[in-house]
T-cell receptor
């Protein structure tokens, strides 16, 4: 079972920042927070992951609360191509444990 | 990021026939690959974990004799849907994890339609 809770859907205006929340109140100390997205009829795309520090890459920023019970994925300047289902997943960083997907958040970027 | 490919991207077959889907890691060796299935408007569901040189580990409710998985090399895993039926129509996605890494990469998926 997925260990995260995300809103079912969100809208965002093109060019504005998209902030996608995720609750993971039962996260363990050795579990990372991963974010993936899936554009319609494609395989999931890796976005970013982190343990406890905030992370940033060319795609997005990940803000993790100090107690690690929630996080926010930030797309700084959303475009129409960012319309997708965004999945927040917690998993241990090492070993062969697979990713388990919840229902995710359907983000619609509107022109 | 690492590249994972799948072939074919889509396939249509008659009920009762078998279909093989290939998953390749193009620029890295993957000792472990994962197979997922996704029905329309649903999330991805893990079917099995494919280990190079050993038997796959199937999730509860997934028939191992129906969904045959072979991971004969460090860059190739295959999923064969045997005696396919219309209810097997779905989007099948494979995934591989970098050795000694913590990121899992996904293939583009294979859409199977059984008539």
């Amino acid at each position: 079972d997925a260990k995260t809770t995300q809103p079912t859907s969100m809208d965002c205006a093109e060019g504005r920042a998209a902030n996608l929340p995720c609750n993971h109140s039962t996260i363990s100390g050795n579990e990372y927070v991963y974010w993936y997205r899936q554009i319609h009829s494609q395989g999931p795309q890796y976005i970013i992951h982190g343990l406890k520090n905030n992370e940033t890459n060319e795609m997005a920023s990940l803000i993790i609360t100090e107690d690690r019970k929630s996080s926010t994925l930030i797309l700084p300047h959303a475009t129409l191509r960012d319309t997708a289902v965004y999945y927040c997943i917690v998993r241990v960083g090492s070993g062969n444990t697979p990713l388990v997907f919840g229902k995710g958040t359907r983000l619609s970027v509107i022109a | 990021g690492a590249v994972v490919s799948q072939h074919p991207s889509w396939v249509i077959c008659k009920s009762g026939t078998s279909v093989k889907i290939e998953c390749r890691s193009l620029d890295f060796q993957a000792t472990t690959m994962f197979w997922y299935r996704q029905f329309p408007k649903q999330s991805l569901m893990l079917m099995a974990t494919s280990n190079e040189g050993s038997k796959a580990t199937y999730e509860q409710g997934v028939e191992k004799d129906k969904f045959l998985i072979n991971h004969a090399s460090l860059t190739l895993s295959t999923l064969t849907v045997t005696s396919a039926h219309p209810e097997d129509s779905s989007f099948y996605i494979c995934s591989a994890r970098l050795p000694l890494g913590d990121t899992q990469y996904f293939g583009p998926g294979t859409r199977l339609t059984v008539l």
